[in-house]
């Protein structure tokens, strides 16, 4: 095996459609050669082998069968493949499979790593998914006003998004995506810094890990994440490999509710009660408002199950314990 700077880590399952139309493709038009893609693969079938060992590609994959399924485990085991088998490989860049890169990505991620006081690297949307009608455009334009945040901040105590599209190269940002986020490989080596696997309580999708585990390496850590000076990925929203509604409300609200936690545990008797309030009230009107979209009940049951389990929660209270490798399996 070759070396290459940039290991590219693909974790999917049961979506070989995307990886074939639309993450693969796109590293094949990459400008930037020195890297390698990585797939982790937790299919129940092999479709996405044949994706990614038939097409052709002329950059360096390897396949690899994942031995546990969910978003964290599989990014925490391919992590752990690139430092037995490439441990002269600089940064690992972690992307969906529904993913697209635009050409200059890489180059972007390489040009961003220059400086050594960088350690994460957030590939901004080419194409914005979330773009807000125009009411909520300008309700956001007023918080970045209100609150001085550019592109990437808090909205509330608890709550993290996107205020402006396209966001500024080169800046500070709070936390990254898991469409497109790249780390120094010192992170995991050195700091000894992985995925929540916790969050993967209710099923594999593990919702909030990639803020989560950003936002500890940015704020508990004091590594700077910064968004790359060029380059950046459209997300194409394929279906499939996701949890069933009740599971993936129940998750969203134990894994917000651990996130929080860990974030404002610290803060405060006041704030971080300011904090939590802050989010409940946001979460129920965001679980509400998709119980009526289409979720039905099962939404208002996850909810149920998933607060049921933060109050049975009796691990330690310390922000490393969730960003350590193998805590959760399934």
């Known amino acids: 095996m070759t070396e290459p700077s940039i290991a ?34 937790a299919s129940e079938d092999d479709d996405s082998r044949k994706a990614a060992e038939d097409g052709g590609w002329s950059f360096e994959l390897h396949y690899e ?4 399924p969910g978003s964290s485990s599989q990014r925490n085991d391919a992590v752990l493949f690139v430092q037995k088998n490439w441990p002269e490989t600089r940064w690992a860049l972690f992307i969906d499979d529904d993913s697209e890169l635009s050409p200059d990505a890489l180059e972007g ?16 949307f080419t194409h914005n998914p979330y773009a807000p009608s125009r009411f909520r455009r300008l ?30 190269r080169g800046t500070e940002v709070d936390w990254t995506r898991g469409g497109g986020m790249a780390f120094r490989m010192e992170v995991f080596t050195k700091l000894g810094v992985f995925f929540p696997e916790e969050f993967q309580r209710f099923g594999g999708y593990a919702a909030y890990e990639d803020q989560a585990f ?17 380059g950046g990925y459209a997300h194409h929203h394929a ?33 971080y009660h300011l904090a939590r309030l802050s989010c409940k009230t946001f979460y129920l009107l965001y679980f509400t408002w998709h119980a009526i979209r289409g979720g039905g009940l099962d939404v208002f049951r996850g909810l149920r199950l998933g607060s049921r389990e933060l109050r049975g929660e009796k691990r330690e209270k310390t922000a490393g314990n969730l960003f350590k490798y193998g805590i959760r399996t399934e």
Request: a positive charge; hydrophobic letters at 40%.
């Open 65 to 68: 069968k994942a031995p546990r």
């Open 214 to 230: 950003s936002f500890h390496l940015k704020h508990n850590l004091k590594r700077r994440i910064v968004n790359s000076l060029k």
């Open 8 to 41: 590219v880590i693909i974790p999917t399952k049961n979506r070989a459609g995307a990886l074939r139309a639309v993450a693969l493709p796109s590293l094949e038009r990459s400008e930037f050669r020195d890297f390698a893609c990585l797939v982790w693969d």
């Open 139 to 168: 309700s956001l334009w007023a918080c970045r006003r209100l609150l001085r945040v550019r592109g990437r901040g808090v909205v509330l105590p608890c709550l993290y998004f996107y205020l402006a599209l396209p966001e500024e």
């Open 239 to 271: 279906p499939g490999g996701r949890t069933d509604t009740r599971h993936l409300f129940a998750a969203r609200w134990f894994n917000i509710g651990l996130f929080c936690e860990e974030v404002h545990g610290s803060r405060g008797f006041f704030r």
């Open 109 to 124: 991620v390489r040009d961003s790593f220059r400086d050594s006081e960088v350690w994460g690297v957030s590939l901004p």
